[in-house]
Structure formats: C-alpha cells, structure tokens
C-alpha cells in the first residue's frame, strides 16, 4: 500500500542552526501538507502544496515539493526554541479524496 | 474557546469493555475526520464524515470501530470490546465544507488517550 516515509525520525540541533526533514512517498500525490504537533499537543497544520516543484515560505520555514511530486522538504533557517516539536508530512491516499496518509514524523529538539 | 473539543481527555478501561468517545467539530465545519495516533507515529486515519453521512473508512479498521455523527454536528466513535492493542490517542479534526478557501485545512482536536488494561 502507498507509504509515506520521513527522515530523520529524530534531530537535535543548536539553537540558531538550521534544520530540515525529508518526506518520500512511494506513489505520486496530488498535493502534500505539512503538520506540528509541540510535546503534548495535537497536530496543527502548517501548508498545502499543490504544484510540481512548489516552494512556499512562511518566515524562518521553507517548504517545497518535488517536481515528480514524490517527495517533500521543509528547511527551518536559524532554529529557536519555539520550533520544537514533531513535523508530520501527510498526503492523500491514492483514491480517496479525504484519507490523509501521514508519515511517522522527524522530531526536532533545539538545544538552547 | 471555538477550537474542536473531545470528550473525555483520558479513559482507562478494562479488556473487553466497550467505550465511546465524543468529538464537537468548529461550528462551521461540515466535515469532521477520526484518526488514531500512537506513540512516535503520524497520526492514522480512521473514518470521515461530510455532514451526517460517512463517506470514507479506513480498510484497516476493526469492526469493533463504529463511528456516527446522527446531526451533522457532533460525532461519536464506539469501540466495542476493548483489547490492549487499542491503547492510543484517538483525535478528532474539523474542516471547512469544499469550495471554500482552505477547506482543505484540517483541525485537530486536543485528543481522547485512551488506556487499555
């Protein structure tokens, strides 16, 4: 069945450096959103990409999708610790309009 | 606070008994979503409802699962006779209906943990 996989599962970095996470299906999608959940928390959505080789920027946060719309990144310049937290991609199941299929998320310490 | 509730927060039960939880979606949201998620997973989809009609169940789900939402409002999700593999937290989220901007924006509640002993 369709996967989608994250790496790193865990990354601690210093305060001030940059941090990014990686998303691979094993099928096509049509679009790929981006989730946080802080430790103890719930899930709050971050953005939609849609398009072939999108970049969408939201402050200090980077996010792009592949041009075979395969694959994901999101790249956080200069860490703080309010970044802290689990970073969940998640794409549509081939064939269905609402199922999300997340990955199994990268967490992220920032170390002050 | 217009956020998505659930209700209860925790519920430990014991093997073999039966629980229901409930979800209140934002008010403007027709479509309400169950997911399961366990410890150091994304969560996992279960069920979604537009308005009172389920239209979509994970493959994957026990028949032990049923969920409902009679109103269109509020929803309910069952899990009859317990096993310790159902330990997990069961979150609810809400979106716009489609068409409009960012209905595609899912919000989760704050979840329902539940133990099973």
């Known amino acids: 069945g369709q996967q989608v996989m994250q790496i790193p599962q865990y990354q601690h970095v210093q305060e001030g450096e940059d941090f990014t996470t990686y998303c691979n299906s094993s099928t096509t999608l049509s679009n790929i959103q981006w989730y946080k959940q802080r430790p103890g928390g719930h899930p709050v959505f971050l953005i939609q990409?849609?398009?072939?080789?999108e970049v969408k920027k939201q402050k200090r946060l980077t996010f792009q999708f592949g041009e075979a719309k395969k694959n994901s990144s999101l790249h956080i310049t200069a860490t703080q610790t309010t970044d802290v937290g689990t970073y969940f991609c998640a794409g549509p199941l081939s064939g269905s309009a609402r199922q999300l299929t997340f990955g199994s998320g990268t967490q992220l310490t920032v170390l002050p | 606070d217009t956020g998505v509730s659930q209700d209860p927060r925790h519920k430990i039960t014991k093997r073999g008994q039966n629980v229901t939880f409930r979800c209140d979606p934002i008010?403007?949201?027709?479509?309400l979503y169950w997911y399961r998620q366990t410890l150091g997973q994304g969560p996992e989809f279960l069920t979604y409802?537009?308005?009172?009609?389920?239209?979509?169940k994970s493959r994957l789900l026990s028949d032990r699962f049923s969920a409902e939402r009679p109103k269109g409002s509020f929803s309910t999700l069952e899990i009859q006779r317990t096993e310790q593999g159902d330990s997990a937290m069961y979150l609810c989220a809400s979106s716009l209906p489609p068409g409009q901007t960012l209905s595609y924006e899912q919000y989760f509640g704050p979840g329902t943990r539940l133990t099973v002993t």
């Open positions: 990409l849609v398009k072939s080789g």
């Open positions: 008010s403007e949201h027709n479509r």
């Open positions: 409802f537009q308005n009172e009609a389920q239209l979509e």
